[in-house]
């Protein structure tokens, strides 16, 4: 169970770091009209929430398709992503 948690963890947390929504977070935190503790509490429930609907949806797809084919969606998905990423400018 560690071992999943650790894995799942360290895999959200660094795609998190740095992205937009750490980005919004940053700026919430930096214009002072609203505590900290309101900023870190706003962006922690709406990540929860969202990750929320990713295990729901999840757990719903696993029921139609195989978790392998799942893998290889979301792998090629990725890829073309990031391949897109590089080629638009």
Request: hydrophobic share 60%; proline share 1%.
């Amino acid at each position: 169970m560690w071992k999943s948690f650790a894995a799942i963890f360290s895999t959200v947390f660094l795609a998190e770091i740095g992205d937009k929504t750490q980005l919004a977070t940053i700026l919430f935190s930096a214009e002072g009209q609203v505590s900290r503790w309101v900023v870190f509490a706003a962006s922690a429930a709406a990540l929860v929430a969202a990750s929320a609907i990713g295990v729901v949806l999840g757990a719903q797809i696993e029921r139609l398709v195989k978790p392998q084919t799942l893998k290889i969606i979301a792998g090629v998905g990725f890829i073309a992503i990031g391949v897109w990423t590089i080629v638009a400018r």
